[in-house]
């Protein structure tokens, strides 16, 4: 079943703008000038239940007005979008009791109460009976270990520990989709690699849906089955997380440390990156030349060490939206025809 | 009252005490805050007391006529911030885009927004008017009639906060002048409005509400009518009828904006 | 020196940019004086009568002119601004700068003055010659004599506001104490005149800031006499000298406190 549809989902924003100097402040007082800005653009996909997407995109390219529109903050200009069938523009409230939102940077704890308070208070807004917040929260404290701090006040806790409340308590009312924006923004390595397996376990156990917006390619990678890339509000990838990297790493970076600085072949498939006396960065292809054809052209006696690795999932993305940008310029290109092509 | 309303109300409740509970987390700055602004209201007598010695009324006003006068508009003041403080600062969720986390939220967005923010000092504020209400004329009558009038001016005084601070939903640049619309209605509220002739008096209930704030309320409990009485409650409501729907216009055009300038 | 003259430069700048912003704040005082009028309009009754001997124009010139430095030195910079930057920790890398914090301060809070009080000055002419009358005897060298003592009451206010947001270095919230010192200045000295007070209080009050700061320039402007120009402007040498030495002092204190406890 699908609890998200949308359907050509636009929105346009005017921007006013000004031309320079106390001329163009005159001129901007009688004469405003409005530019549109095509900030999401008949964007359409949909999302199955219990799946966890990562929808992600350079700064500015539509996410959170995507998010926006999905949660009922905004209404689209045009195109169509139910949410568990509800149109969240016509029936904000009622959808509101049925998903929930994290925002990373916005904390929605009272930092003055304890966890428990706030949950009792979540409780409240949810409408749910005290029994049922009761067996709610214990259930909540089970899974995300709350239990040692659960009466501590939310301004003690660790970071790591405030966001697994945070987490918790955007859960109080069994939410069937749950927005996550930018969940490990400013966490250290250890505690994101804890959300993360939080919210994996919350997916798995409680079948949540999970809609994920992130710049941290970690959590992409590490969480979503399938991504979505959007660029200047048009969507320039769908796929599955497999079929990405399948078909973007037939790139493999080489790193060598010679005995001595060795004369590379100059080969069609291998790109020299960096040589710096003995060590040698290399870019093989392996749609045109094989790995093991390539590492024949090595001199075996005089390598030290050997470094075979993908290119990081964060370089695949940046060339993505580099492509797109430059696409620009020559005309609309849509996601299909990018998708063949490769990079 | 149906379960939807007491829920509504309930999360209401729980919003305020907890606003005030983090408060108290110091209790000495809470405390001095409370304590300095009554003794801040009560410099005010020092400049009443010269006016009398000069003059024995003041646009029809005794000295404890403007006492009580003070007193409403302290404790109508305390009240509208100790409740409904986002109201004063309206403008600034909605030119920042803040709106956005109450929108997601299965409750009444106007309330959940008005009740999410306290004053401290307001608590010195409504508490000066009650002592100022005892010292200078208290009776049992007047003592409900003043925390009747207490009620109805915060809201009307919400309102009107409301109303201006709407105006953010359109203009960008009307956040400087809501704040100084609605601080305008404090400075008339503390005099008495016998010393205004003729169209100031329209000025007073039209334009700015502190008419049926302030005024009508201390003349009926100088004078008790009844008429007046239901005046000031069918203003009351009127008033906050109109101030919820314009709220409500604002709030689609949030919701549909197209200009991304006033939203960050 | 030199330096304080370009950070008052910048912020002058800053603040021509703000000028609707500034604008708007007429409003509040154009409520305030309107008011006033009205009271002492009620107050009078009569025609000719003097009150504490001053006449009805006076009173009203008088109130307009306090709040005309009430209004014109409105500003958060030595209030807020300044608690906030001692009690959010950023007075940590602000007092490592080449300059003495109270005097960047106090050089930025002069800017914006330059431009706010001027456009009230404008405001309080336009609507005091329309609705209350000129003055009688005033003449323009009378505004230009004044102007020096009007520049040093806006700076000694600035002095004694900023002495009570450095006691942010000890307490949570100087907000209170502000709100006293206003109420000093408002009710005793803003909007009325010391000689409507009793006999024995005058003096009094000849000691507290609010002769230097707001009765003695206004004074001057309605009242002119050479005598009374000259204790003015030795009475706010004094004060200004003796509140600049007391900053200092709380501004060392707080920064030695800083340096022990690390805030």
């Known amino acids: 079943m699908n609890v998200i549809e949308a359907e050509n989902l636009s929105k346009t924003f005017r921007v006013k703008r000004k031309e320079k100097g106390l001329q163009g402040s005159l001129k901007a007082i009688f004469h405003p000038q409005t530019e549109a800005v095509h900030a999401v653009d008949r964007i359409s996909f949909t999302v199955e239940e219990g799946e966890m997407l990562a929808f992600i995109g350079p700064n500015g390219a539509g996410k959170s007005t995507t998010i926006k529109m999905l949660t009922g903050i905004l209404y689209p200009d045009d195109g169509a979008v139910k949410v568990l069938g509800i149109d969240p523009s016509k029936k904000r409230k009622q959808l509101a009791y049925q998903i929930g939102t994290v925002f990373g940077q916005k904390e929605q704890l009272w930092t003055h109460l304890t966890p428990y308070d706030n949950f009792r208070f979540f409780g409240a807004i949810y409408d749910l009976p005290d029994a049922e917040a009761e067996a709610r929260i214990r259930e909540l404290s089970e899974i995300?270990?709350?239990?040692?701090?659960?009466?501590?006040?939310?301004?003690?806790?660790?970071?790591?520990?405030?966001i697994r409340c945070e987490l918790a308590a955007s859960l109080i009312h069994k939410p069937r989709v749950l927005f996550l924006d930018e969940p490990t923004i400013g966490l250290d390595p250890v505690v994101k690699e804890n959300i993360r397996s939080l919210i994996k376990q919350m997916n798995k156990e409680l079948h949540t849906t999970i809609f994920l917006t992130s710049h941290d390619v970690g959590d992409i990678e590490k969480l979503c089955k399938r991504i979505v890339i959007v660029n200047n509000g048009k969507i320039v990838l769908d796929d599955s997380m497999t079929h990405l990297k399948y078909h973007y790493l037939n790139k493999k970076i080489v790193e060598l440390k010679l005995h001595e600085e060795a004369v590379l072949p100059q080969l069609a498939g291998i790109t020299v990156l960096k040589q710096n006396g003995g060590h040698v960065k290399l870019e093989v292809d392996t749609g045109i030349m094989k790995i093991n054809d390539a590492l024949r052209h090595i001199d075996a006696e005089n390598m030290v060490d050997i470094n075979i690795s993908n290119i990081p999932l964060e370089n695949i993305i940046m060339e993505i939206y580099k492509a797109e940008g430059s696409s620009l310029k020559r005309g609309p290109l849509d996601g299909n025809h990018l998708k063949k092509e490769g990079l | 009252m149906s379960t939807a309303v007491k829920n509504e109300l309930r999360v209401c409740m729980l919003s305020v005490k907890y606003n005030i509970m983090r408060e108290m987390l110091n209790k000495v700055t809470f405390l001095t805050n409370i304590l300095f602004m009554a003794l801040n209201n009560a410099t005010f007598i020092v400049q009443w007391v010269i006016l009398f010695s000069l003059r024995e009324d003041i646009g029809g006003y005794a000295l404890r006529d403007v006492m009580l006068l003070w007193g409403l508009a302290a404790s109508t003041f305390g009240l509208a911030?100790?409740?409904?403080?986002?109201?004063?600062?309206?403008?600034?969720?909605?030119?920042?885009?803040?709106?956005?986390?109450?929108?997601?939220?299965?409750?009444n967005v106007l309330l959940s927004v008005l009740t999410s923010q306290t004053s401290v000092s307001a608590i010195g504020d409504l508490l000066y008017g009650l002592v100022i209400l005892c010292v200078f004329s208290l009776s049992i009558g007047r003592f409900f009639l003043f925390v009747l009038f207490t009620v109805t001016g915060a809201v009307i005084y919400t309102a009107f906060a409301l109303l201006m601070g709407s105006l953010s939903f359109w203009f960008v640049r009307a956040e400087m002048f809501a704040g100084h619309m609605t601080s305008s209605m404090v400075s008339f509220a503390t005099y008495p409005d016998g010393i205004f002739k003729g169209a100031v008096k329209f000025l007073l209930y039209l334009v700015i509400p502190v008419g049926m704030a302030i005024y009508q309320p201390v003349h009926i409990m100088m004078d008790f009518n009844a008429g007046r009485l239901l005046a000031v409650l069918g203003y009351t409501l009127l008033l906050s009828a109109a101030a919820v729907f314009v709220f409500y216009r604002g709030l689609r055009r949030y919701s549909s904006s197209n200009l991304m300038e006033a939203r960050g | 020196m030199k330096k304080y003259a370009v950070i008052y430069r910048s912020v002058l700048i800053e603040s021509l940019q703000y000028t609707a912003n500034i604008a708007m704040g007429f409003i509040s005082y154009l409520i305030i004086i309107f008011i006033f009028i009205h009271l002492w309009d009620y107050m009078y009754g009569t025609p000719g009568t003097l009150i504490a001997g001053y006449t009805k124009e006076q009173m009203i010139w008088y109130v307009m002119l306090t709040e005309l430095i009430w209004f014109g030195t409105s500003s958060n910079t030595v209030t807020r601004q300044a608690s906030m930057d001692i009690r959010g920790g950023n007075i940590a890398y602000l007092m490592n700068k080449p300059y003495h914090y109270t005097l960047y301060i106090l050089a930025r809070y002069i800017g914006e003055c330059s431009v706010r009080l001027p456009m009230y000055a404008a405001v309080s002419a336009l609507i005091g010659l329309t609705m209350v009358g000129s003055l009688a005897g005033f003449r323009l060298i009378t505004l230009l004599a004044a102007l020096p003592c009007i520049l040093l009451g806006i700076t000694i206010h600035a002095v004694f506001r900023l002495c009570i947001s450095l006691l942010s270095f000890w307490i949570e919230d100087a907000n209170p104490f502000h709100w006293l010192y206003n109420k000093l200045i408002l009710v005793i000295g803003t909007i009325f005149p010391i000689e409507i007070f009793p006999e024995a209080l005058q003096p009094l009050f000849k000691l507290t800031p609010i002769y230097t700061v707001c009765y003695g320039p206004a004074k001057l402007l309605i009242d002119f006499s050479v005598e009374?120009?000259?204790?003015?402007?030795?009475?706010?040498?004094?004060?200004?000298?003796?509140?600049?030495?007391?900053?200092?002092f709380i501004y060392g204190k707080g920064v030695k406190k800083l340096y022990v406890n690390g805030g």
């Open chain 3, 228 to 248: 009374k120009y000259a204790e003015v402007l030795a009475a706010q040498v004094l004060y200004l000298a003796a509140g600049c030495a007391l900053m200092f």
């Open chain 2, 81 to 107: 911030h100790i409740l409904f403080a986002r109201a004063f600062s309206l403008p600034d969720l909605i030119i920042n885009g803040k709106l956005d986390a109450y929108l997601v939220l299965p409750k």
């Open chain 1, 144 to 162: 995300f270990e709350l239990d040692a701090f659960i009466n501590t006040p939310v301004r003690s806790l660790s970071l790591g520990q405030r």
